[in-house]
C-alpha cells in the first residue's frame, strides 16, 4: 500500500518537473548587450580619460570615458550590425 501511494505521487509530480527546471535557464536572457574595451596607445601603455564613442543600430551616438585603467564600457546595447 506504501508504495501504491510513492507511485501515485510519482506520477503526479514526474510531468511537472520540466516546469521548475526550464524556466531557471531562461532568466538571465536579455534583448541587450555589453560592449567593453581598453584604450593603449602603440607601444601598449593604456590611456585614462580617453572619449570614445559608439553608434548602435538605434542611430543615436553614445559616448564613453575611460576609466584609470584604459577601460570604457557601453551598456543596454540593442542586437544590431
Known amino acids: 500500500?506504501?508504495?501504491?501511494g510513492y507511485a501515485i505521487r510519482?506520477?503526479?509530480l514526474?510531468?511537472?518537473l520540466p516546469l521548475t527546471v526550464c524556466p531557471g535557464s531562461a532568466v538571465g536572457q536579455t534583448?541587450?548587450?555589453t560592449l567593453r574595451g581598453q584604450v593603449s596607445d602603440p607601444s601598449?601603455?593604456?590611456?585614462p580619460g580617453a572619449?570614445?564613442?559608439a553608434t548602435p543600430a538605434t542611430g543615436q551616438t553614445r559616448?564613453?570615458?575611460?576609466n584609470g585603467q584604459g577601460i570604457y564600457e557601453f551598456g543596454g546595447l540593442l542586437p544590431g550590425r
Open 51 to 53: 572619449i570614445v564613442s
Open 10 to 12: 510519482l506520477l503526479i
Open 63 to 66: 559616448t564613453a570615458q575611460t
Open 44 to 47: 601598449g601603455a593604456v590611456i
Open 14 to 16: 514526474l510531468p511537472l
Open 31 to 33: 534583448p541587450s548587450g
Open 1 to 4: 500500500m506504501q508504495i501504491h
